[in-house]
């Protein structure tokens, strides 16, 4: 990959990283604006519940679709560390191969369902629901294009660095 192409990808994962914050900013911000307004006024207010689950399903699924490295995943690793680097190739390659399957099967059904959805609003701020839900969309299609990746270097890739979970690090 070009020199340019990878300033390019760095410069784009870390605005994403930003907008990841100022979504967990604005969670938080709403969450004190809730509490100070249900128990210091005792006046609660629902909009402030809605914007914290829209921003935490936005940020779960942004974050996921855009932000973590494949190597920063939670996974169950104690049986893929102990087999061989061909063993693992394979391992790569069927769960890459399970995940594009049933992601691009449900793919249509969940584009046709986000669609559907212009049709409701949230109670308080009266958001379309598919506008706030079209994030799930372009996760679907980030995990198929990831795994593809995946599934592609396990096959005719060089061998996977051994990763180090003491170095791994958040930012620059």
Sequence with gaps: MS????????????????LLAAMLATMFVVFIIQIVFRYLLNFPIGWTHEISVIMWVWLVLFGTAFVVREYEEIRFDLLYATVSERTRRIMVVVCAATVV?????SLPAVLDYIGFMK????????????????IYGLFAVAVIVRQLWLGYHAIWGRPAEEIDVTKIKSGF
Excluded: C, M, P
């Excluded at 020199?3 to 994962?13: P, T």
């Excluded at 399957?101 to 099967?105: D, E, G, K, P």
């Design 101 to 105: 399957f049933f992601f691009t099967i």
């Design 119 to 134: 049709v409701e609003r949230t109670a308080y701020l009266k958001i379309r629901f598919d506008w706030l839900y079209s």
């Design 3 to 18: 020199s340019r192409l990878q300033q390019i990808g760095a410069w784009l994962h870390a605005r994403a990283e930003n």
